[in-house]
């Protein structure tokens, strides 16, 4: 028996009509699911943070350096005045862990012709005191023990603990940030809302410099004297915030 034409359209209807609910209920779902945008409004500032404290420790750049006529001779006198200099250090009581090798250097040396002549010798060390009363002294003794072989390239002093000045230097940048951030904003009818990062963009130096020189000119007669005075640490950090 054929089917009625008013069933039909009954059919279609009741298809249309379930069609529609199931889109309705989709961008129901949709709006529970979708999360909601973000403030996309931001400022990013830069801004650096300073602490200051006694240094207790003095960061010494030494080599010793030597030539010869052929490079085996060389590099075995260099070698031998290089332990003379690490056996001085562990009779003034350095540890091993406060000194390092930082560059061997082996390599021809020429006249004006380019003819070679011979070979140069370089170890350079770096050594940690961590005492500033006994380090001038130790300083002196090296350098007259290894003749015209030993240079002191460079002196700095730093600290042998410097966690709670990084601290207190971080914070104050944080807060230096958050104050540039404000006036930023203020001048564009902005307001500083939330922060989205914060970032460490450069790398504390754990040993400000305080002072260099090469040669025997820091050998004299008594030890060095150092003067310890004060230094100042520095962390810079990024910062973003969002603006409301």
Do not use: W
Not at 126 to 132: E, G, P, V, Y
Not at 145 to 167: A, C, K, P
Not at 203 to 228: K, N, Q, T
């Amino acid at each position: 028996m054929p089917t009625p034409p008013h069933t039909h359209v009954r059919r279609a209807a009741l298809a249309t009509v379930a069609l529609l609910l199931l889109a309705g209920c989709s961008k129901a779902a949709d709006a529970e699911t979708k999360p909601a945008a973000k403030n996309e409004r931001t400022v990013t500032v830069t801004a650096t943070g300073t602490s200051k404290g006694v240094p207790d420790a003095l960061l010494v750049n030494l080599s010793v350096t030597t030539g010869g006529p052929s490079a085996d001779e060389t590099l075995a006198d260099n070698n031998r005045r290089t332990q003379k200099v690490l056996d001085q250090l562990k009779l003034t009581a350095v540890d091993d862990e406060d000194v390092a090798t930082t560059s061997v250097d082996l390599g021809p040396t020429y006249d004006e012709d380019g003819t070679i002549t011979g070979y140069a010798a370089t170890n350079s060390l770096r050594i940690t005191f961590r005492s500033l009363e006994s380090a001038g002294a130790k300083l002196d003794v090296l350098v007259k023990g290894g003749d015209d072989h030993v240079r002191i390239n460079g002196v700095q002093l730093g600290f042998t603990d410097d966690d709670e000045l990084i601290s207190t230097a971080r914070i104050d940048a944080v807060k230096r940030a958050k104050t540039q951030a404000k006036d930023m904003a203020g001048a564009a009818d902005a307001k500083v809302g939330k922060v989205r990062t914060i970032t460490d963009v450069v790398p504390r130096d754990a040993y400000p410099e305080a002072y260099a020189s090469s040669g025997r000119a820091m050998s004299a007669d008594s030890s060095v004297p150092i003067a310890a005075g004060s230094e100042e640490l520095e962390v810079q950090v990024k910062v973003v915030f969002e603006l409301a």
